[in-house]
């Protein structure tokens, strides 16, 4: 009804031994999988079987829920690397989606700051993404949180993610 309260938007680091948060991550994944951003088919189901308990073997993955209500709307999943110029911890930011009726609400918002939160725990000194060229709305979030291409030397240029599949 009118004048009604939206619910708030909670975010918090899945616990992937508990059942429910592994099924979401699964969930909200393969939501992003289907996505036109994600790979536009839907993930193997050995992959959803699995994903969460082959996660919970990385040292330093986690990922973030992201609730409204009760009901899971965002995902992002996060890795720890490290900088060798800083020798120092940082976390790449892997996966981020919204669910497609909750986006542009503030929420990858309140989810980088759930992962900002478990870096700064960890000592670490930058977070880092990969975003694709063609996504403005996404690059748009990106750099209202802060982030911005990578560059040593404007000269030359700025740092552009590649991939060999194996």
Request: net charge negative; charged share 20%; aromatic share 10%.
């Amino acid at each position: 009804a009118f004048g009604e309260m939206a619910d708030a938007v909670t975010c918090r680091v899945a616990d992937y031994s508990n059942v429910a948060d592994a099924a979401t991550v699964s969930t909200l994944l393969n939501g992003y999988a289907l996505d036109q951003f994600g790979n536009s088919a839907p993930l193997d189901d050995a992959v959803r079987a699995n994903l969460c308990a082959h996660l919970a073997n990385i040292q330093g993955a986690f990922s973030v829920i992201a609730s409204v209500g009760d009901t899971p709307v965002g995902l992002i999943n996060a890795f720890q690397g490290f900088s060798t110029f800083k020798c120092q911890p940082l976390i790449n930011v892997h996966d981020v989606f919204v669910e497609p009726g909750h986006r542009r609400k503030g929420i990858t918002q309140s989810m980088l700051l759930k992962v900002e939160e478990v870096a700064v725990s960890r000592g670490c000194c930058k977070l880092t993404l990969e975003v694709l060229s063609n996504n403005p709305n996404a690059m748009g979030s990106y750099a209202k949180f802060g982030f911005k291409s990578y560059e040593l030397d404007p000269e030359l240029g700025t740092a552009q993610f590649w991939e060999k599949k194996l």
